[in-house]
């Protein structure tokens, strides 16, 4: 059975910066994508960063792009979101996602894709 699992989220003032973890368990292959998405209060869940099986294709949403940066190691299944730079804005429960049909280089933006989810981790940025 496959678990995510998130970790390193807080509470910290704008302008600093948090790194969020997202490690697999219950997993042998390292062929899956990981999709980083996050859920304010009564909004709609969205996509904030993907990398591709071998990261060989990142994408960002455009409110992010050039602060956070999302990386992998795939012997430790662990996916990792660099968050630099936080505005209140970015206040949110921030869920990994695995997409294990993921094939080439295919990085989703789209919730749709990922088959298995974390439980979240909140993320709350103060003024």
């Known amino acids: 059975q496959v678990q995510l699992v998130e970790s390193g989220g807080g509470l910290v003032q704008a302008g600093n910066s948090l790194r969020l973890s997202c490690v697999a368990s219950?997993?042998?292959?390292?062929?899956?994508?990981v999709g980083w998405f996050r859920q304010a209060p009564g909004k709609a869940r969205e996509f904030v960063a993907a990398?591709?099986?071998?990261?060989?294709?990142?994408k960002y949403a455009d409110s992010v792009k050039g602060r956070f940066t999302i990386s992998r190691n795939s012997p430790k299944r662990t996916v990792y979101l660099q968050m630099s730079s936080l505005k209140p804005e970015d206040t949110a429960v921030y869920y990994c996602?695995?997409?294990?049909?993921?094939?080439?280089?295919?990085?989703?933006?789209?919730?749709?894709?990922?088959?298995?989810w974390g439980q979240g981790t909140q993320v709350t940025v103060s003024s």
């Open positions: 996602a695995a997409d294990f049909s993921a094939f080439g280089g295919r990085a989703s933006t789209s919730t749709e894709q990922y088959e298995y």
């Open positions: 219950g997993v042998m292959s390292r062929n899956y994508a």
């Open positions: 990398v591709s099986r071998t990261a060989i294709n990142i």
